[in-house]
Structure formats: structure tokens, C-alpha cells
């Protein structure tokens, strides 16, 4: 099945900094998403972005498909914004079964 | 709008009972999906079903099963519990068009001692 790693695993930032996720899969899709795990442990759906790019106040993410990446982009951090970043990609050709990567945990300061 | 709901929040269990995680969505999603998060992990997929009737195993469906008589419940049975089983179970649904994300659950956090 495809393969999704996303980096970095940790990351520890002071607030006000701006951070690049990313996530990597090892065969063409036709979506993904990013989804936040925040401390409580609830799953939010951050983007959904097969290509190009999509902002959301602070946050904002680009796929690259023919390369088979995605960053997220954290600008301006919060303490709010630390928790775990998962993306998410199809099992298999056109399925509509996700994927996961393993996060990335974020940390944010005050 | 109530979402993915799942009951119970939070449940211990000896080994060898069993019980039935409930998940419900009112969204008339057609897929519904069953994840277990163990600690510092991603999701791993259960179960999954694409509709009423039809379910399918995912990445790691040993001691679990499913089943789907109606399009807004998706209940995730643990026959003979295990300690290997102690998780965080997520339900999530989503319409099954390759353009529209999933929604998740708040999770149901089962230990097994």
C-alpha cells in the first residue's frame, strides 16, 4: 500500500515563530487532508488540498502531486496551535480510505 | 449539527469481557470508518464500510468486528478483550466523493487490565 512520512516528528517552537510541515506519499492521489490532533485529543480537519494551494488565516497548505508532497505552513505560532498534525492520503488508487502519516508533534511556547 | 458521536468517552475493561463501541453520524455520510490511535501513533484503519450492509476489514481488524444495518450507525465490537487492545478508538464518516474530508468523532478511550 502507499507510504506516508511526514516530518519533522518533533517540533518545538516559540510562540510568534512560523514552521513547514511535511508530508511525503509514495504514489500518486487524488486527495489529502491535514488534520489537527489537539491536546484534548480531538481529530479537526484542517485542509482538504489534492493540489495547489489553500490558506486558512495563519495556516496555509500546498500539494505538489506530480512530486508526491504537501507542506503546511503554521505562520505567527500559538500556544493554541501546538498538538499533533497528521495528513492523510487515499490506501490506494481512487479509494476514498485514508492513509495516515505518523504526525508531526507540535510544541508552542508562550 | 451533532456530527460523528461515539459512546462511551471512557471505559476500563477486564480482560476477556466484551462490549460494543457505538458510533452514529447525522450527517448522511456513506462511508464510516473505525481507527485505534495507540500512544505517540497515527490512525490505523479497523473496519471501514462504504454503506448500509457492506463493511470491510482495514489495516488491523484481528479481535474486532462490525456491522452496518443503517447508513448512520457503525457499531465496533470487541468480543474477547485483550490487553493489547487498550487504545484510543476514533469513528469517522465522510460522503465518499474524493472531494470531501472526513469527520471525526472525540474518540473513546478503552483500557483493558
Known amino acids: 500500500g502507499i507510504q506516508v512520512e511526514q516530518s519533522p516528528p518533533d517540533l518545538i517552537l516559540q510562540e510568534g515563530a512560523n514552521s513547514t510541515l511535511r508530508c511525503n506519499f509514495s504514489?500518486?492521489?487524488?486527495?489529502l487532508q491535514w488534520f489537527h490532533q489537539n491536546p484534548w485529543g480531538q481529530l479537526i480537519n484542517l485542509f482538504y488540498?489534492?493540489?495547489g494551494t489553500k490558506q486558512n488565516g495563519r495556516l496555509s497548505a500546498t500539494t505538489v502531486a506530480t512530486e508526491r508532497y504537501s507542506l503546511l505552513y503554521i505562520s505567527s505560532s500559538q500556544t493554541t496551535d501546538s498538538g499533533v498534525y497528521f495528513c492523510?492520503?487515499?490506501?490506494?488508487?481512487?479509494?476514498?480510505?485514508?492513509?495516515f502519516g505518523r504526525g508531526t508533534s507540535l510544541i508552542v511556547h508562550p | 449539527n451533532a456530527g460523528v458521536t461515539q459512546t462511551p468517552k471512557f471505559r476500563i475493561l477486564k480482560i476477556g469481557q466484551s462490549m460494543t463501541l457505538q458510533c452514529a453520524q447525522d450527517?448522511?455520510?456513506?462511508?464510516m470508518y473505525w481507527y485505534r490511535q495507540d500512544p505517540g501513533m497515527g490512525l490505523k484503519l479497523i473496519y471501514y464500510?462504504?454503506?448500509?450492509?457492506?463493511?470491510d476489514k482495514g489495516e488491523v481488524p484481528n479481535g474486532y468486528n462490525v456491522s452496518r444495518s443503517t447508513t448512520e450507525y457503525f457499531p465496533l465490537r470487541l468480543e474477547l478483550a485483550a490487553p493489547s487492545q487498550t487504545s484510543v478508538y476514533f469513528c469517522?464518516?465522510?460522503?465518499?466523493?474524493?472531494?470531501?474530508?472526513?469527520?471525526f468523532g472525540d474518540g473513546t478511550r478503552l483500557s483493558i487490565l
Open positions: 469517522a464518516s465522510s460522503p465518499g466523493n474524493s472531494n470531501q474530508p472526513q469527520h
Open positions: 504514489d500518486s492521489v487524488n486527495n
Open positions: 488540498i489534492p493540489s
Open positions: 492523510a492520503v487515499p490506501s490506494s488508487g481512487g479509494s476514498y480510505i485514508p492513509t
Open positions: 450527517m448522511n455520510h456513506n462511508y
Open positions: 464500510s462504504v454503506g448500509a450492509g457492506i463493511t
